[in-house]
């Protein structure tokens, strides 16, 4: 199973295209940012629960930072699956 993430968003052309390519290779989940979280890598979400909304197949937004995203897809939505590899991006920036 292959996770994808980054910072831009799960509706940015990036992770689409990212998730589309790899799709031949393994099942593919996406738990991504419901917006850009540009510059917030490694920042954790302490001030407020995060909120999870499931809005495509298998396709998850996350209210929180980039590092919530994994911690809560390894940890929560996909605690009872074995990932196999974790890919982050494609990034607009830079």
Do not use: Q, W
Request: include cysteine; charged fraction near 25%; charge should be positive.
């Amino acid at each position: 199973m292959i996770l994808v993430s980054n910072d831009d968003g799960f509706r940015s052309e990036g992770i689409i295209a990212l998730s589309e390519a790899l799709r031949p290779l393994g099942t593919v989940y996406v738990v991504a940012p419901d917006r850009e979280r540009s510059a917030a890598g490694h920042s954790l979400t302490l001030s407020h629960p995060l909120r999870v909304e499931k809005v495509g197949h298998r396709i998850y937004a996350v209210d929180g930072t980039p590092t919530d995203c994994v911690n809560l897809a390894v940890n929560g939505i996909l605690r009872k699956k074995k990932i196999d590899i974790l890919v982050s991006g494609i990034n607009k920036g830079g």
